[in-house]
């Protein structure tokens, strides 16, 4: 039902706490260019959209708690971004190189498959860099096996 329904995952959304930092992080940083940067006063709101490479991150920063959307002190939901590299070590090196610090450094997590490492943006969301050595298909959901 869902590609009937929809399109395609189209963007996803991160409040931030300091657009200027954010922006330094996803733009400078990682390379993600800006695509639209535009206040919606209608929502009190500063948004930047950039370029992911297939879909965007919307970056969201409040201008004060009593706007449209009311923020909780701790925020809930949207924990992790992904990417996907070709070279997980290059990309972490790179990086490293830039001055990020990872959380956990490169790790081959699923045998063979799969291998990531994680950093923080600057508000503590995790940036998950992912390497699959086995490539995984759309469409090719396989039941969970039960365990016992």
């Known amino acids: 039902m869902?590609?009937?329904?929809?399109k395609r995952f189209e963007h996803t959304g991160i409040y931030v706490?300091?657009?200027k930092k954010s922006l330094e992080f996803y733009n400078r940083l990682l390379g993600f260019p800006v695509v639209r940067d535009v206040e919606v006063k209608v929502l009190n709101l500063h948004v930047v959209?950039?370029?992911?490479?297939?879909?965007?991150?919307?970056?969201?920063e409040p201008h004060d708690k009593e706007g449209y959307v009311?923020?909780?002190?701790k925020?809930?939901?949207?924990?992790?971004?992904?990417?996907?590299v070709d070279d997980l070590k290059l990309a972490y090196e790179r990086l490293k190189e830039k001055g990020v610090e990872f959380i956990e450094p490169p790790l081959e997590i699923v045998p063979g498959q799969v291998s990531h490492a994680i950093f923080?943006?600057?508000?503590?969301?995790?940036v998950e860099l992912l390497q699959r050595h086995v490539p995984m298909q759309l469409g090719a959901a396989k039941a969970r096996s039960?365990?016992?």
């Open 146 to 148: 039960s365990m016992g």
């Open 2 to 6: 869902s590609r009937e329904l929809f």
């Open 70 to 73: 009311k923020l909780p002190e």
């Open 75 to 84: 925020s809930f939901g949207l924990r992790q971004i992904c990417l996907l």
């Open 120 to 126: 923080l943006d600057p508000d503590g969301v995790h």
């Open 49 to 60: 959209f950039l370029d992911a490479g297939g879909f965007f991150i919307e970056l969201l």
């Open 17 to 19: 706490s300091d657009m």
